[in-house]
C-alpha cells in the first residue's frame, strides 16, 4: 500500500514538474489510476491472512467490485469528452466518486469479517485504525469545502489521493503504538540499523515431526559450526530450538502445504532466530505465568517463561512468528538454573 501511495504521489509530483501537467491534464488519467489502486486493496484484503478463506460471499462481493470498476473503466475509455461531454461529467462527478465511496466500505467489511476473531490486540488496532481512517475522512471534507487551499484540488482527484495519505499515516502511526512500543511485539530498535546483521541461516519444513526433525538438526550443525558454544551452553541453546520449534509444529496451521521456516542473523553482538509459521497465531500477553500458584501442576508454558528469563523473546502482531535475540556478551550471565523455575 506504501509503494502505491508512493507511485501515485511521485506521479503528481513529476506531471506537476517535469511534464508541466501534460499526463494529467486529461481528467480521465487520475480516476483510472486510483480505480487500480482500490482494486490492488481490495485483493489485499482479500488474501490478508491467508489463515481465514471462509468467507464467500466476500470472495463474491469484491469480484462483483472489481467487475463493475472493469466497466466503468471501458465505458470511460471509450468515450470522447468532446463528443459526449454530459456522459463524461457523469462519470467523473458521480460514478467514480460513488465507486471509490463503495470500495471503501467493502474494504472495512473485508477487513472486520476477516478480523473479528483475531485475538484482542488486533481487535483493538482494527478499531484505532476505523478512527484514523474517520479522522482522515474528516479532514479531507474540511480541505474540498476549502477547496482554494489546494489549486486543481477536484480536477486531479487529489482529495483521494490526499485521503488514502492521511490514512496510511494515521494508521501506521496507531500500528507503532499498539505494537512496536511493547515489550512483547518484534520491532526493531534505531540500533538495529547499525548491527550490520548477515544472514546465516535460512530453511524451511512441513508442518511434521520428520520436518520439526530435519530443522533441528541443521540447527544443531549451525551451533556447532559457527562455535557458539564459546558463549552460549548447549542446554540453553537446546531450550531455544526446542521450544521455538515444537511451538510451530503444535501451531503451525492445518493444511498440507504449511511449512515452518527459520532465519538466523548474525552480527557482532547478537543472534537473532525468527521462526515462522502460517498458523493462525495467538496473543503473548494472555500467557498465564506457569509459576502462579494455579499453573504450579501445569506442565506446559514452562518453555517460554524460562526463554524470557533470559533471551529478548518477541512476536509479530498476528502471533505466528517469533524472534528470539541472543546477546553474546550475557553468556556468563546465564546462570538460572532451570530447577528454580519448577
Same mark, same amino acid.
Given at each position: !500500500? ?14 506537476? $514538474? ?13 480516476? $483510472? ?47 470522447? $469528452? ?30 472486520? !469479517?476477516?478480523?473479528? /476473531? ?9 478499531? @484505532? ?13 474540511? +480541505? ?22 492521511? @490514512? ?63 558463549? !552460549? ?29 527459520? /532465519? ?42 524460562? +526463554? ?35
Amino acid at each position: !500500500m506504501a509503494f502505491l501511495i508512493f507511485l501515485g504521489n511521485i506521479g503528481f509530483i513529476l506531471d506537476s $514538474t517535469v511534464f508541466n501537467h501534460i499526463l494529467l491534464e486529461n481528467p480521465h488519467t487520475a480516476p $483510472t489510476v486510483l480505480v487500480f489502486f482500490v482494486f490492488s486493496l481490495l485483493l489485499f484484503g482479500l488474501q490478508f491472512p491467508t489463515y481465514f478463506r471462509t468467507y464467500p460471499i466476500l470472495a463474491v462481493c469484491v469480484s462483483l467490485l472489481l467487475g463493475s470498476g472493469s466497466t466503468l473503466l471501458l465505458i470511460d475509455w471509450s468515450l470522447s $469528452t468532446e463528443m459526449n461531454p454530459y456522459a463524461s461529467r457523469v462519470l467523473l462527478e458521480y460514478f467514480y466518486p460513488g465507486f471509490y465511496g463503495i470500495s471503501y466500505c467493502l474494504l472495512l467489511l473485508v477487513v472486520s !469479517m476477516k478480523l473479528k /476473531h483475531s485475538f484482542p490486540a488486533i481487535s483493538n488496532y482494527i478499531f @484505532s485504525a476505523y478512527l484514523c481512517v474517520s479522522l482522515s475522512f474528516l479532514l479531507t471534507t474540511m +480541505l474540498i469545502l476549502q477547496s482554494s487551499l489546494i489549486p486543481s484540488f477536484i480536477k486531479y482527484y487529489l482529495h483521494f489521493f490526499l485521503f488514502n495519505d492521511i @490514512s496510511f499515516i494515521l494508521c501506521f502511526i496507531a500500528f507503532l503504538f499498539h505494537y512496536s512500543f511493547t515489550q512483547d511485539y518484534l520491532t526493531h530498535p534505531i540500533s538495529f540499523l547499525f548491527e550490520r546483521q548477515k544472514k546465516i541461516f535460512e530453511a524451511f519444513s512441513d508442518v511434521s515431526h520428520k520436518g520439526s526433525r530435519e530443522l533441528k538438526e541443521k540447527l544443531w550443525r549451525l551451533y556447532d559450526n559457527r562455535n557458539w558454544k564459546s558463549f !552460549m551452553d548447549s542446554f540453553w541453546y537446546q531450550i531455544l530450538v526446542d521450544e521455538t520449534l515444537d511451538n510451530a509444529l503444535e501451531h503451525g496451521g492445518k493444511r498440507g502445504d504449511d511449512t515452518i521456516t527459520v /532465519h538466523v542473523y548474525e552480527s557482532k553482538r547478537f543472534i537473532d532466530f525468527y521462526v515462522i509459521d502460517r498458523g493462525k497465531g495467538f496473543n503473548p500477553r494472555l500467557v498465564p505465568n506457569p509459576v502462579s500458584v494455579e499453573r504450579k501442576h501445569v506442565a506446559s508454558g514452562r518453555g517460554i517463561h524460562i +526463554l524470557r528469563k533470559i533471551f529478548i523473546v518477541r512476536w509479530n502482531f498476528l502471533g505466528n512468528e517469533i524472534n528470539i535475540r541472543i546477546d553474546k556478551l550475557k553468556g556468563g550471565e546465564w546462570s538460572i538454573s532451570p530447577i528454580e523455575d519448577q
